[in-house]
């Protein structure tokens, strides 16, 4: 397969609510998945269980999907596994991730969704939509047109403020 280039909207990346969210031990949390979706691979076919199940029940179906532990996930960003519940919770709450909770002989399995893709795989029009991308951009998107000394700072980060509120307030961020 050849490799496709990934579309992502990134207008927001100077908006002042991503870069304190970017911050944020959520937007670790977020990355460290984000980092694990099983996407089309040579690997997949004939790797474990989980990366196998995720490519056939998700991946083909147009969602990007990963699995990771919660203990192994905690572990790694060395923190508490109930703290890592309460992340992930809060990525969900906010519309970043969609929890997956599926049974299996092993016990329940979390699967975290972090978008959907569409187009032709190996093609250029492959594209992927993260929801966070979507979340962030939105306001930022209403109007194509804007320049970046006309964006409204203030009004954004208002409505953003309200959709996440205390989210952050564990957190000390500089103004």
Known sequence: MSESHIRIKNEYFRNPEYIKFDKSVQSTVYRFLQAAIVRESKEVKNYTYGAKYIYNEHFLKGRLVCRYGQKKMAKYLQTSQGRVNSYLHELEKYGFIKIIKTESPFGELCFYQLGTWGGDLGKKTYYE???????????????????????????????????????????????
């Open 129 to 175: 939509i993260i929801w966070l991308d979507d979340i962030f951009s939105e306001s930022i998107l209403k109007n194509k047109n804007t320049k970046e000394d006309d964006y409204d700072y203030a009004a954004d980060k208002k409505r953003l403020d309200a959709k996440f509120e205390g989210v952050y307030d564990e957190f000390d961020f500089p103004e």
